[in-house]
Each structure stands twice: as C-alpha cells, then as structure tokens.
C-alpha cells in the first residue's frame, strides 16, 4: 500500500514526517473512545466510571431588528411570552439531547436552567443554559442541544412581528 494523503494532519518538514499510512489512522481512530478501530463509530461503555456531580453551561446570542427587540422585551409578540416559550424548548431540547445526537447517552438530569439577558445596544439576546447530573457521563452535550432549541424558539415565536426580519 502506498502513502496517502490526509489534508488534516501537519506534516513536519525535518525529520521522521508525521506521514500517515491507513494503519496508522486506524491505530489513532481506535485512541478515541467513539471510534473503533476500524473507524467506525460506537457508544462509548461507561459502567466502569464512577458516579460524580457534573455540570456544564453553553452560551448562544440572536440578534434581531428594533422592532423584534422591543415586542420581545415589552411582551408585545402577537405570539405571547417568547422568552418564555424559549425557555420550555431550551429545557425541553436538553432532556431530549440522546434522541437528537447520535451515541449519546441518556443522562438523568437533575437541573436545567435557562436564562436570558437583553443588550438594546445590539438589540440581541443572550440565551444561557446550565444542566447538571449525578452520573458517569457529562452533560455538555446537553447544555449544547438547550441553547440552539431557544434560540430558534425565540425566533419563530418572533418573526410574525414584523416583515422586515
């Protein structure tokens, strides 16, 4: 078998080069924990780790018109508390975050909170969401999935206030 080329590694130019055979990439492929060594793709086996408080936070920001920023401060939008309504998706797409992404795993949760703060100077909205478990998993995975499900949320739920958006 000859050598191929993989675009994503450096390769050193003194030296012994970092050349890449199909061995090699399977024998790196098997050192991450999703990957056997074939490559292909496997749920990681947990049992063996210890139960441990874990928690994660992620972070999204939408910025929308003037128009969308007021009726979304004020409770304007023709369709009802969008922040509120965001904040049921947020916490909704955390607990359904295994059934979203592939090989997670489904984790118990024991608390999602979602918070929002406005900046009128930019007219967007900040959207954080904090999960927490006792587990032998992390919840990163979770917090992630919260975030875009608001975010969205919060557009749709907007939108229909102005035609300019």
Known sequence: MGEQSFPCVKRKKSG?????TEIERR??????THFKKDGSAVMVDVHEKPDTYRAA????????SPEVF???RDHTAKKGDVLGVARLAGIMGAKKNAELIPLCHIVPLTNCEVTFTTD???NSITAVCTTSC??????EMEALTGVPQRCSRSTICARRWTAAW
């Open 70 to 72: 007021a009726a979304v």
């Open 120 to 122: 009128e100077n930019t």
């Open 27 to 32: 024998r790196q492929m098997a050192e991450f």
């Open 57 to 64: 936070s992620a972070t999204g920001t939408i910025q929308v």
């Open 16 to 20: 012994n080069p970092e050349n890449k």
């Open 134 to 139: 006792v587990g032998k998993t992390g919840v």
